[in-house]
């Protein structure tokens, strides 16, 4: 990383995401070509910083803009537009995919009550639509956090599945972000309620292998290697489509060294 992504103590979260594989249907970038890694990242609309100074677009494969915020009846709102079109212009100036994130911590009860309604399913994915024609993104990154085994699960996959046969029609891609696992053979509610079908809609996952030890970002190197063998062995994700999360990460609430 570069010098620059410097801790602070007040909220200034760098996620980058690293893939060990290179494949699957995202464009194949110089960094991808030249590291055989796929490299992303998520950049917050509250980061401070000029988009140049924090994101090394020569480094990265996709960026995903975090986020636009669901509401119960579909409706989706983003707080700041213009830097999702700075990052998409500086983005695509150097080759390299910008999506867009829908969601993030906190929005599991807005994402369950508009997934689980016809109507504004639709809404959510006309308005999301929009959002990508107008800003140009080449896909969409779901942060449900977390669908649950049952009604949940059910809701999930409908949305999941109805995205996808939007984005297939622009030839966008669809990511997700997904919970990491303490067992290789047994995922933790918010994995179980990902089921077969919807997984298998997205292009790429990215593995939340961070947080287990408080809502600070720190997990055991344990966490990593047995969340990939959950998702990648047990519910048999292929190599190409998964993207091992890491924190880069300070909280106001908390001291940073």
């Known amino acids: 990383m570069h010098a620059k992504f410097r801790f602070r103590r007040r909220f200034t979260a760098f996620l980058t995401a690293v893939l060990f594989l290179t494949g699957g249907p995202a464009t194949v970038h110089s960094a991808e070509a030249e590291s055989g890694f796929?490299?992303?990242?998520?950049?917050?609309?509250?980061?401070?910083?000029?988009?140049?100074?924090?994101?090394p677009f020569d480094k990265l494969t996709h960026v995903i803009y975090a986020f636009?915020?669901?509401?119960?009846?579909?409706?989706?709102?983003?707080?700041?537009?213009?830097?999702?079109?700075?990052?998409?212009?500086l983005g695509h100036a150097a080759?390299?995919?910008?999506?867009?994130?829908?969601?993030?911590?906190?929005?599991?009860?807005?994402?369950e009550t508009l997934a689980a309604s016809e109507e504004s399913r639709n809404r959510f994915i006309h308005e999301l639509m929009d959002y990508v024609d107008?800003?140009?993104?080449?896909?969409?990154?779901?942060?449900?956090?977390?669908?649950?085994?049952?009604?949940?699960?059910?809701?999930?996959?409908?949305?999941?599945?109805?995205?996808r046969k939007e984005l297939d029609q622009r030839g966008k891609i669809l990511t997700?972000?997904?919970?990491?696992?303490?067992?290789?053979?047994k995922g933790m509610d918010g994995a179980a309620g990902i089921t077969d079908e919807a997984l298998a809609a997205y292009d790429l996952?990215?593995?939340?292998?961070?947080?287990?030890?408080?809502?600070?970002?720190?997990?055991?190197?344990w966490y990593s290697w047995v969340s990939l063998q959950y998702w990648g062995n047990y519910r048999n994700v292929p190599k190409e489509k998964m993207i091992l999360g890491v924190p880069f990460c300070a909280r106001p609430e908390l001291e940073t060294v």
């Open 176 to 185: 997700a972000a997904v919970i990491g696992s303490v067992a290789v053979d």
């Open 38 to 55: 796929r490299l992303g990242t998520y950049y917050h609309e509250q980061f401070q910083e000029p988009i140049e100074d924090v994101v």
């Open 205 to 221: 996952l990215h593995i939340m292998s961070y947080d287990l030890k408080g809502n600070n970002g720190n997990s055991p190197m």
């Open 95 to 111: 080759g390299v995919d910008v999506l867009i994130g829908v969601g993030g911590w906190g929005y599991a009860e807005k994402f």
């Open 68 to 89: 636009l915020r669901p509401d119960v009846n579909g409706s989706l709102e983003l707080r700041a537009p213009e830097k999702l079109e700075k990052l998409v212009s």
């Open 134 to 163: 107008r800003y140009d993104a080449d896909g969409v990154d779901i942060d449900w956090e977390y669908p649950a085994p049952g009604t949940s699960a059910q809701s999930f996959e409908a949305l999941t599945l109805e995205l």
